[in-house]
């Protein structure tokens, strides 16, 4: 069965077909709609509750407001009838522990008040509704039955039978010092990355020298992805093409691919989650960067990409004690870190502040690694640090398919304030970070 992926501010809907259609809910909530006797359904991922104020890129699909009517307008335009739809609902949960300001908010219970009015308005039975709660939702429509179906997003199997492990006895320094070592050319481009004084001559050196990164980088540079109109087929052309600081994003990308394990019953809640996890908070450090002015873009990537390095060495670890873990931080909400500190005894921001100081990582991105769950505690780069903590956190509520993380809230009015920010910024800023990272794929290295 041909399954696709339904990002959030986007809708499909088709007639009857061997497809799946998935959304992946956290505090966004999805809807489904369907005319069986007409044979047509469709699914709305929808991240807000309503614009919060005017933007010439408006995306209807965005809001709840504006996407129901217009997702109601797409099934009637491809033959439904509004007296025959069926609607079903999921999403909407509080992510981690909840503060006073998640409350406040309630971006997924805002989101969810408006869909609920707009189908009571136009008499749509509504059949099923899993909204609220605090774990996250994968919901289906298989349009070969036009049947919806919620589900969490993760969940635990155990194919190989052996008996799950519950007492944790193990040497983290140990596991520290096995972890794969980061690529020497990527520390060579982190480097060039903060010095801010390097030519293209110097970053194209740098890369050649590792012949897989250089491989994955002309792959990329190749790839619709991209975008590029003429093929790419030497570094020198890649620099020129796409630019010496994106090519070194890239480098720093695909270098980090390789270091983060691609289990599916450690950290990750799908295979790649915590690279894939990385990668968004990248974005999105990057993106905040650029919006407050408190951090270099481009060093806001980087720390976004390593904030949690400290997972690498424990991730085996917590594969073995996989229920227990999806417990503690999906069904009861606790933070990762404190589950963390009372089965191994340390989290994984004090295990990656360990081993970026053994690859010799620059200060600044090993205080991000230290401290992006409590900014405050951070005796340097403070603003950063708080940047790549906030876009931990719109991971962590609007993406949570990847990887268990639950991070608190209690001080983010301090921490937005920090900023120039404020709480009631929070959907504004969630609707100007890039859309993609709140989809399913990133970068395909």
Not at 52 to 60: E, I, K, L, M, V
Not at 147 to 173: A, H, L, M, R, Y
Request: contains cysteine.
């Amino acid at each position: 069965m041909n399954k696709q992926i339904v990002p959030s501010g986007t809708s499909i809907v088709g007639g009857k077909e061997e497809k799946i259609l998935e959304a992946y809910l956290g505090s966004c909530v999805g809807v489904t709609l369907v005319d069986r006797r007409a044979e047509v359904g469709g699914l709305l991922h929808l991240l807000l509750a309503e614009a919060p104020g005017s933007d010439r890129h408006f995306n209807p699909e965005n809001y709840a407001t504006s996407g129901m009517p217009h997702f109601l307008n797409k099934l009637i335009d491809a033959g439904a009838s509004k007296e025959n739809l069926e609607a079903c609902m999921a999403g909407g949960a509080l992510i981690g522990p909840v503060s006073d300001v998640d409350l406040s908010l309630d971006l997924g219970g805002r989101i969810t008040e408006n869909v609920q009015f707009f189908l009571t308005e136009h008499k749509i039975p509504i059949i099923a509704t899993e909204t609220g709660g605090y774990s996250g939702r994968k919901m289906n429509l298989d349009l070969s039955l036009l049947k919806s179906s919620i589900e969490p997003t993760w969940q635990f199997n155990n194919p190989s039978g052996k008996p799950v492990q519950t007492d944790i006895v193990f040497d983290i320094d140990e596991a520290i010092h096995r972890a794969k070592p980061i690529p020497q050319v990527a520390l060579r481009v982190i480097r060039l990355i903060h010095n801010e004084d390097y030519s293209i001559k110097e970053v194209g050196s740098e890369i050649r020298r590792d012949q897989v990164i250089s491989g994955k980088i002309l792959t990329l540079c190749n790839s619709t992805f991209m975008g590029l109109k003429t093929v790419v087929d030497s570094i020198d052309r890649a620099l020129v093409l796409v630019g010496e600081k994106r090519l070194l994003k890239l480098v720093v990308t695909a270098s980090a691919q390789s270091l983060f394990p691609q289990s599916l019953q450690g950290y990750s809640l799908c295979k790649g989650g915590i690279f894939y996890h990385a990668v968004g908070t990248a974005t999105a450090a990057q993106k905040l960067a650029e919006i407050t002015k408190k951090a270099a873009p481009d060093v806001a990537y980087t720390a976004g990409l390593l904030h949690d390095i400290g997972k690498i060495p424990l991730d085996q670890e917590v594969a073995a004690n996989a229920p227990f873990f999806y417990r503690s931080t999906q069904e009861k909400g606790n933070e990762l870190c404190e589950i963390e500190r009372l089965k191994f005894g340390i989290d994984h921001t004090e295990a990656g502040m360990r081993l970026g100081k053994l690859w010799k990582l620059p200060d600044n991105l090993i205080h991000v690694i230290a401290n992006h769950h409590r900014p405050e505690a951070s005796a340097e780069n403070l603003e950063l640090v708080t940047i790549v903590y906030l876009a931990d956190l719109l991971m962590s509520k609007f993406q949570p398919c990847y990887e268990l993380e639950q991070i608190e809230t209690e001080k983010l009015p301090d921490r937005l304030d920090l900023l120039g920010l404020n709480a009631g910024d929070f959907p504004a800023l969630i609707d100007r970070i890039p859309k993609n990272i709140f989809q399913s794929s990133f970068m395909p290295i």
